[in-house]
């Protein structure tokens, strides 16, 4: 069984930085897309940060240029930077892998969430 566990959430200052990171564990075969999305009180989840399976990264705008998202699959982790950050980059971060895991299966995996909360 392929489980996501988040951490490095916290309270920072606005302009402060915070680092995520998302472990995985269980038997992985094959990782195809990697992802942070972020859920703010009474929005929709929206994707903050992904990586792709060309191994190309797209940012949402309102990130760009503050977020760098990196993964390391030889440890099955992932990471997101998070530099100049904004009151209204506070939400609950998750992360999200679409994935075949040891028995065949595909399909996108979540973790439980992480909660950043920008100060002003």
């Known amino acids: 069984q392929v489980q996501l566990v988040e951490s490095g959430g916290g309270l920072v200052q606005t302009g402060g930085s915070l680092r995520l990171s998302c472990a995985a564990s269980?038997?992985?075969?094959?990782?195809?897309?990697i992802g942070w999305y972020r859920q703010a009180p009474g929005k929709q989840r929206e994707l903050v940060a992904a990586i792709t399976r060309t191994g190309s990264r797209n940012y949402a705008d309102s990130v760009r240029g503050r977020f760098t998202i990196s993964s390391d699959n030889a440890k099955k982790m992932v990471y997101l930077q998070m530099n100049s950050l904004k009151p209204e980059d506070t939400a609950v971060y998750y992360c999200s892998i679409g994935l075949r895991n040891g028995v065949g299966s595909v399909g996108n995996y979540w973790g439980q969430g992480t909660q950043v909360t920008v100060s002003s």
């Open positions: 269980g038997s992985i075969v094959s990782i195809y897309n």
